[in-house]
């Protein structure tokens, strides 16, 4: 049984597009994180958010609690957006289930 | 202001051994928190601690135990190494109230022969 559920696994873009991933979880949260994961390990936290929209940059993140799902956006995407994102979903402090992870490659 | 830090960076250890990874949070921060993650399993929560005392733990064995000292360092110790237990073993520290991000350190990558 998966607690979070993120899709596409895979996507590969042209430089330019605009990008989505989807994120659906199924137990109650306190709060969603949007993380971002290069080759090598390192994980930077894009968005915390427990309501609404929030905004950085060309990254856009939304959850909508009510049917306990968010998107990531990533607008003019760039080969540097080129990682994996994934979801996390906060029970209370830093204990997280995760998704599986979206692996976005971005072409030139 | 310097970031989490995490020792050995790269690790091999033998089936039956056991093994010690230690994790620096940012300066001021309190929570400390371990990830494994693996190819098969993905990202997994091990526990978190605040001010020196465990506050939640994932589904793990009792191999896997931690701790907190008074300067907010942690360390993780996995005991009786399997074949499994290789992963990229990741802390993360944050200020430990709701609302707070997460900083995540560059891991610890341990392989089991």
């Known amino acids: 049984k998966n607690e979070v559920e993120q899709s596409p696994q895979n996507l590969t873009a042209q430089e330019g597009e605009f990008i989505t991933i989807n994120c659906s979880y199924s137990?109650?949260?306190?709060?969603l994180h949007w993380l971002q994961q290069h080759p090598g390990g390192g994980i930077v936290s894009l968005f915390m958010?427990?309501?609404g929209k929030k905004k950085h940059g060309r990254l856009i993140a939304t959850i909508n609690i009510q049917e306990k799902h968010s998107s990531l956006h990533i607008t003019a995407s760039h080969p540097r957006d080129s990682a994996v994102y994934i979801c996390?979903?906060?029970?209370?402090?830093?204990?997280?289930?995760f998704g599986t992870g979206t692996s976005l490659t971005v072409i030139p | 202001k310097a970031g989490v830090t995490q020792t050995p960076r790269y690790l091999i250890k033998t089936r039956g051994q056991q093994v010690t990874l230690s994790c620096s949070p940012i300066?001021?921060?309190?929570?400390v928190s371990w990830y494994q993650q693996t190819p098969g399993q993905g990202l997994q929560f091990l526990f978190e601690?605040?001010?020196?005392?465990?506050?939640n733990k994932g589904n793990f064995p009792g191999r896997f135990s931690g701790r907190q000292f008074s300067n907010s360092r942690s360390e993780m110790n996995v005991s009786t190494l399997e074949l499994g237990d290789s992963a990229l073993y990741l802390c993360?520290?944050?200020?430990?109230?709701?609302?707070?991000?997460?900083?995540f350190g560059e891991g610890s990558w341990l392989t089991v022969v």
């Open positions: 300066s001021g921060h309190r929570s």
């Open positions: 601690y605040f001010s020196e005392t465990q506050r």
């Open positions: 996390a979903v906060s029970l209370g402090g830093n204990q997280f289930y």
């Open positions: 993360a520290s944050s200020h430990g109230t709701a609302g707070n991000t997460i900083y």
């Open positions: 958010l427990s309501s």
């Open positions: 137990v109650g949260i306190s709060a």
